[in-house]
């Protein structure tokens, strides 16, 4: 079973400044990558898969990189409504999540 | 519009049983891999069960195996997850999350709003 862990549990960040969240994989997934946001009461949404590569829609503020068991994910210029929670994904066989980055207001 | 709609939560004893149902519309079902995801209120996500897309190839969690049954019907665009031997640590927002290939693997998008399932006696 591959674990993924997360830091910082919590990144307290100011509008406008740059936030950089990691994820570790227990053994290396490759490029079989993705990260996640979640807010308050709603259902997560899909940032970047295969470590990189921006989902549909998705702001070109948001860029993933890493590849093996370091991952990291770059929010350039946090805007109000990136406040939440992060989650990365790894998706072998069987995927399992992190335990989430939670970035709120500095 | 891609859209999954879940249903099928409540409040059920330990030891009962619940269904879940994902309504999928907007894409062709049949061409994908589909998933079930939780998360325990205020907790992080866990992935339960996911199936291949034709129902040939599924797996389970560990938490779940033995218990949890994932099924799909491609002809009504539906997938299922049947409950039994419910416990109080399966409480949590259950989401449905189309994968990204036609197996079991990949990432998932777009997910449904979730249904709550509280197990409680």
């Known amino acids: 079973e591959i674990v993924m862990t997360q830091s910082p549990a919590t990144l307290s960040v100011s509008p406008g400044e740059r936030a950089t969240l990691s994820c570790r994989a227990s053994?290396?997934?490759?490029?079989?990558l993705a990260w996640y946001q979640q807010k308050p009461g709603q259902a997560p949404r899909l940032l970047i898969y295969d470590a990189s590569t921006r989902a549909t829609g998705i702001p070109a503020r948001f860029s993933g990189s890493g590849s093996g068991t370091e991952f990291t994910l770059t929010i350039s210029s946090l805007q109000s409504e990136d406040f939440a929670v992060y989650y990365c994904?790894?998706?072998?066989?069987?995927?399992?999540f992190g335990p989430g980055t939670k970035v709120d207001i500095k | 519009e891609v859209q999954l709609v879940e249903s099928g939560g409540g409040v059920v004893r330990p030891g009962g049983s619940l269904r879940l149902s994902c309504a999928a519309s907007g894409f062709t079902f049949d061409d994908y891999g589909m998933s079930w995801v939780r998360q325990a209120p205020g907790k992080g996500l866990e992935w339960v069960s996911g199936i291949n897309w034709n129902g040939g190839s599924s797996g389970y969690a560990d938490s779940v195996k033995g218990r949890f049954t994932i099924s799909r019907d491609n002809a009504k665009n539906s997938l299922y997850l049947q409950m039994n031997s419910l416990r109080a640590e399966d409480t949590a927002f259950y989401y449905c999350?189309?994968?990204?290939?036609?197996?079991?693997?990949?990432?998932?998008?777009?997910w449904g709003q979730g249904t709550l399932v509280t197990v409680s006696s």
């Open positions: 994904q790894h998706y072998g066989n069987w995927p399992s």
């Open positions: 999350a189309r994968g990204s290939a036609s197996t079991t693997s990949g990432w998932f998008d777009p």
């Open positions: 053994q290396s997934v490759r490029s079989n």
